[in-house]
């Protein structure tokens, strides 16, 4: 299973920013995907999480209202448009794709551990 991120840039403060994770090796329409970050000196955090339809999301509440996670089945897809971006989002986005097939989004993807396979990461960085 392979995840390719891609996106990232140098923005200023209000901007706005658009990541790509393209998945191969997994029928990807049959599982969960989400995105996390890291910024420097932290922890890896939970930003949003997408239903294997694309029906259903979840978002980190400091994101919510600017963020909007989505896919494309056909084209293995997940995307991350990140919109009013704040120097507190500079960080290194990573994809995830959900370790069990056929599973329902639910809280526990807000959870590294329910991830098996991650993207290389992409840098964002937000100017004030």
């Known amino acids: 299973v392979q995840l390719q991120a891609s996106g990232g840039g140098l923005v200023q403060a209000g901007g706005s920013l658009r990541l790509s994770c393209a998945a191969s090796?997994?029928?990807?329409?049959?599982?969960?995907m989400g995105w996390f970050r890291q910024a420097p000196g932290k922890e890896r955090e939970f930003v949003a999480a997408?239903?294997?339809?694309?029906?259903?999301?979840d978002y980190a509440d400091s994101v919510k209202g600017r963020f909007i996670i989505s896919r494309n089945n056909a084209k293995s897809t997940v995307y991350l448009q990140m919109n009013s971006l704040k120097p507190e989002d500079t960080a290194v986005y990573f994809c995830?794709?959900?370790?069990?097939?056929?599973?329902?989004?639910?809280?526990?993807?807000?959870?590294?551990?329910?991830?098996?396979?991650w993207g290389q990461g992409t840098k964002v960085t937000v100017s004030s």
């Open positions: 090796g997994r029928s990807f329409s049959g599982y969960v």
């Open positions: 997408i239903s294997r339809s694309g029906i259903s999301t």
């Open positions: 995830g794709i959900g370790a069990r097939p056929g599973a329902g989004l639910g809280s526990q993807f807000n959870q590294q551990r329910s991830y098996d396979y």
